[in-house]
Every structure is written in structure tokens, then in C-alpha cells.
């Protein structure tokens, strides 16, 4: 079951990414658009600052992430980088893409 922290960011890229003018809103002033969520202001950041491994770490839905990188044009590459950063040093997995 997800944090409400995690069901708060998973809400926001849904909403960015689904609802009307909502992704103009976002590019406009991320910072404006969360003003009333009730997240801390470092998960606040990783949104704001497209942190995809903090944003995974935090819980956020991969494929939320993935759909609010297609949404901001973020390369495959850096989203792919972000999750490799933050996996398990001596995990098999983090060297495989």
C-alpha cells in the first residue's frame, strides 16, 4: 500500500499528465501548482526538479514516471540513468538496462 506521500506525488504526474491544462499549469511554475499539496518541500523538489530516482524511491507509480518523462520530453537515457543511480550498488540488475 502506498505512503499518502507516494499517493500525493503519484497525483500530481497523474494530473499533469490527464487533466486539462494542467501540464501547461505545471511548466508554468511547478512550485504553484503544488502550493496546496500536501507534501514535504524535498518531494515537492523531486517533482519540481524532475528527480526520477528520488521520485521512484519516494514510491511514485514507474509508470507514472515514465508517462510524465514522455509528457516533458525527458530522454529514455537520463530517466533510465535516475533509476540506475539510486538502485542497489551491488545489485545485478543495476548494470543491465
Known amino acids: 500500500m502506498p505512503t499518502p506521500q507516494a499517493y500525493w506525488m503519484n497525483r500530481i ?6 487533466q486539462a ?8 511554475d511547478p512550485d504553484a501548482y503544488m502550493l496546496g499539496t500536501p507534501l514535504s518541500p524535498e ?5 519540481r ?3 526520477i530516482g528520488a521520485m521512484y524511491l519516494a514510491g511514485v507509480n514507474p509508470y507514472l514516471l515514465r508517462a ?5 520530453h ?8 535516475s533509476l540506475r543511480a539510486v538502485a542497489e550498488p551491488n545489485s545485478k540488475d543495476a548494470t543491465h538496462g
Not at 518531494?43 to 517533482?47: C, D, V
Request: net charge negative; charged share 30%; glycine share 2%.
Open 21 to 28: 491544462s494542467h501540464l501547461e499549469r505545471y511548466k508554468a
Open 74 to 81: 525527458i530522454s529514455e537515457k537520463t530517466f533510465l540513468e
Open 68 to 72: 510524465h518523462c514522455l509528457g516533458l
Open 43 to 47: 518531494l515537492k523538489a523531486a517533482i
Open 49 to 51: 526538479d524532475n528527480d
Open 13 to 18: 504526474l497523474f494530473d499533469v499528465h490527464h
